[in-house]
């Protein structure tokens, strides 16, 4: 926990940026009956009986000193995904970048090993020389910033039936490009002395 806290107070610098990276996933969900359009006084109204569409997955990186967010979607998360995305933040997202700080969680498939599975060696090796990578501790989601970030696209964006993965791409694209253009962020608080007062259940106790 204190390492990522620590981690988050590092300044802003566009060559070593501080990146979050999550993922989750969206039901594709299609109306059987078309829904009664909205009247004065009335919303829309959808038919309480739907058909499944499958399931779409959402990579995102967010860097929160810089207001800017990358969200991929793929129909699968296997660790050979998961290793193009790692390839895409460092060669398509940050390519000027001496260093890129990413917090994570430990999930199976979020190793640095998976770069091996999907790259030559020599290439593997090449990308892990440009992360640094920080996890965040078991039942630590929370310290997170991308999982903020997550909650904020639920609300905003995917709260309602989504029919197909080319209508979510169309959506969460045209909601990425708005947050990015607002430069919207996180005022992350919480320090590593907030959490040795707020958290102390979780430090050990020292009798000397």
């Known amino acids: 926990m204190e390492d990522v806290l620590e981690v988050y107070k590092r300044p802003y610098d566009p060559t070593h940026p501080q990146i979050c990276r999550d993922e989750s996933s969206k039901q594709h969900v299609m109306d059987v009956r078309a829904p009664i359009p909205a009247e004065p006084g009335q919303i829309e109204r959808y038919d309480t009986e ?17 207001g800017r967010r990358h969200l991929s979607i793929t ?24 260093r890129i700080t990413l917090v994570m969680d430990n ?17 593997a090796r090449r990308l892990l020389d440009r992360l640094e990578v920080h996890y965040t501790p078991k039942h630590g989601s929370w310290l997170n910033m991308a999982e903020i970030e997550f909650s904020v696209l639920s609300k905003q964006c995917l709260d309602r039936r989504i029919p197909d993965q080319p209508t979510l791409t169309r959506e969460v694209s045209a909601w990425v490009a708005k947050r990015n253009a607002h430069q919207a962020s996180i005022d992350w608080r919480f320090t590593t002395e907030d959490a040795r007062i707020k958290l102390k259940r979780l430090y050990p106790t020292i009798n000397n």
Do not use: I, M
Not at 80 to 98: G, I, K, S
Not at 107 to 123: G, I, M, Q, S
């Open 107 to 123: 999930l199976n498939t979020h190793t640095l090993a998976a770069l091996y599975k999907a790259c030559p060696p020599e290439e």
């Open 50 to 66: 739907y058909e499944r569409n499958g399931v779409s997955n959402l990579f995102l990186f967010f860097e929160p000193l810089a």
């Open 75 to 98: 129909t699968q998360r296997t660790a050979v995904d998961w290793a193009e995305q790692l390839r895409a933040l460092v060669d398509e997202h940050y390519p000027p970048a001496e």
